[in-house]
């Protein structure tokens, strides 16, 4: 019995150790990990994606939208505008807003944001009542689409710029607001121009025949 004993206390004591061993090494394992995921946390790449919140990815997704929008509608200015004024902001557009959405899509792969590929529902509906008008008629509602687009715009821009999360964001859409907000200055210029050009041309017809009525006998000697 005594010798049963004096095997067995060794035996529970080895198990004893391996025990032990097994536990020390599972919570290296343990703590290890915590190690890894905290230090990859801490990397710039994941504190850039953190830090873009739900609204900075909306942003950044309609942004995307609105600047291929912005493109295709500056195209067809150049193509279907009636008045050259018309084709230059056309051109304008094409320019500033491809430059700007080169910009945005290097902004949304840093930030862990995936952009559409192509434009919303919306945005092309736009882009296709456009392409179904011409002439003058063409130049007013482009002229009247693009205003109310850039009043939106600068608005959403601003509060991006003063609210994002993300810095990169924010930047973004502090740099494209003064952009915009000389669009919108060419548009509403054009706008103006359009409605003098129209006031004055009903003010001539106007002074024309009152002149008439107000002297028959020049009227009547001309006839």
Do not use: Y
Not at 56 to 79: C, I, T, W, Y
Not at 104 to 127: C, F, Y
Not at 142 to 150: D, G, S, Y
Not at 162 to 184: C, I, M, W, Y
């Amino acid at each position: 019995m005594q010798a049963i004993r004096f095997f067995v206390m060794p035996c529970i004591g080895l198990l004893a150790m391996l025990a032990f061993g097994q536990q020390n090494q599972d919570q290296s394992k343990q703590s290890d990990s915590t190690r890894a995921a905290e230090s990859q946390s801490d990397s710039p790449s994941a504190q850039r994606h953190s830090s873009t919140a739900t609204s900075d990815s909306e942003f950044l997704k309609k942004a995307a939208s609105s600047g291929m929008m912005e493109v295709e509608l500056g195209q067809l200015a150049e193509q279907k505008g009636f008045s050259d004024r018309v084709k230059r902001i056309g051109q304008r557009l094409v320019r500033d807003h491809s430059k700007a959405n080169d910009k945005l899509k290097k902004v949304a792969a840093s930030a862990g944001v995936t952009l559409p590929s192509e434009m919303d529902a919306q945005h092309k509906e736009h882009v296709d009542h456009l392409q179904g008008l011409s002439g003058a008629e063409f130049d007013k509602a482009f002229l009247e689409m693009q205003a109310e687009h850039h009043r939106e715009d600068i608005a959403e821009f601003n509060n991006a710029a003063k609210t994002g999360q993300n810095a990169d964001v924010r930047q973004f859409a502090s740099k494209t607001v003064p952009v915009l907000e000389k669009h919108l200055r060419m548009i509403e210029g054009g706008q103006g121009a359009a409605a003098r050009e129209e006031t004055t041309g009903s003010s001539e017809s106007g002074s024309a025949g009152r002149s008439r009525e107000s002297n028959p006998d020049n009227t009547r000697n001309q006839q």
